[in-house]
Nanobody
Framework: QVQLVESGGGLVQPGGSLRLSCVAS????????MGWYRQAPGKQRELVAR????????NYADSVKGRFTISRDNAKNTVYLQMNTLKPEDTAVYYC?????????????WGQGTQVTVSS
């Protein structure tokens, strides 16, 4: 019943910016922590960022802290990932995630993913 649909991926040059969006349905969006994970070919999926239900608490992977910002608009059932100063190492499939047990937990549900490629 839960559906998470990402958009906004694409090709961007190093140093550029991109904003990912994820629209959730089938849940009461405003009561759940949301997040973003990513996976590059040959690598494990890793946490990028999470945001608490009301948006007041966030956490980030060290590799993206200071460059990426997670936010949400509960009225639109949408979570965003603003990615700035992108690096080639940010190239990955980015997944929107639902965390039913709160901000300190792993994902309960996953979106299909959106490809982000950072290349000259």
């Amino acid at each position: 019943q839960v559906q998470l649909v990402e958009s906004g991926g694409g090709l961007v040059q190093p140093g550029g910016s991109l904003r990912l969006s994820c629209v959730a349905s089938g849940i009461t969006f405003s009561i759940y922590t949301m997040g973003w994970y990513r996976q590059a070919p040959g690598k494990q999926r890793e946490l990028v960022a999470r945001i608490s239900d009301g948006g007041r608490l966030t956490n980030y992977a060290d590799s993206v802290k200071g460059r990426f910002t997670i936010s949400r608009d509960n009225a639109k059932n949408t979570v965003y990932l603003q990615m700035n100063t992108l690096k080639p190492e940010d190239t990955a499939v980015y997944y929107c995630t639902l965390h039913r047990a709160g901000i300190g937990t792993g994902p309960s549900s996953w979106g299909q993913g959106t490809q982000v490629t950072v290349s000259s």
